[in-house]
Nanobody, 114 residues
Framework: QVQLVESGGGLVQPGESLRLSCATS????????MGWYRQAPGKQREFVAS???????NYQDSVKGRFTISRDNAKNTVYLHMTSLKPDDTAVYYC????????WGQGTQVTVSS
């Protein structure tokens, strides 16, 4: 059974940092492209960041320089380290795994507010 479980979300103030984790099971993690998407209330889901098996990364322009995606193949886990958080970063963040097929996690809420 394939599972992607996000954790690490919460309520933070603008300018603070947060690290999200996505623990996976049931997939050959090392060959999968991993990524993060987010969806804010009333908005469509949008791409945030991705990382492929050779560690190459891509970022949405609005998070470039603030967010860092990484993966630990020994732990079958992908991370999203978020710094300088803004209210516009408030959203449910979803973990994605893609190769021959695609899988999604259940999401974790990130709220950036004073």
């Amino acid at each position: 059974q394939v599972q992607l479980v996000e954790s690490g979300g919460g309520l933070v103030q603008p300018g603070e940092s947060l690290r999200l984790s996505c623990a996976t099971s049931g997939i050959n993690f090392s060959v999968y492209t991993m990524g993060w998407y987010r969806q804010a209330p009333g908005k469509q889901r949008e791409f945030v960041a991705s990382i492929i098996s050779d560690r190459r990364t891509n970022y949405q322009d609005s998070v470039k320089g603030r967010f860092t995606i990484s993966r630990d193949n020994a732990k079958n886990t992908v991370y999203l380290h978020m710094t300088s958080l803004k209210p516009d970063d408030t959203a449910v963040y979803y973990c994605y795994a893609g190769w021959n097929t695609a899988y999604w996690g259940q999401g974790t809420q990130v709220t950036v507010s004073s």
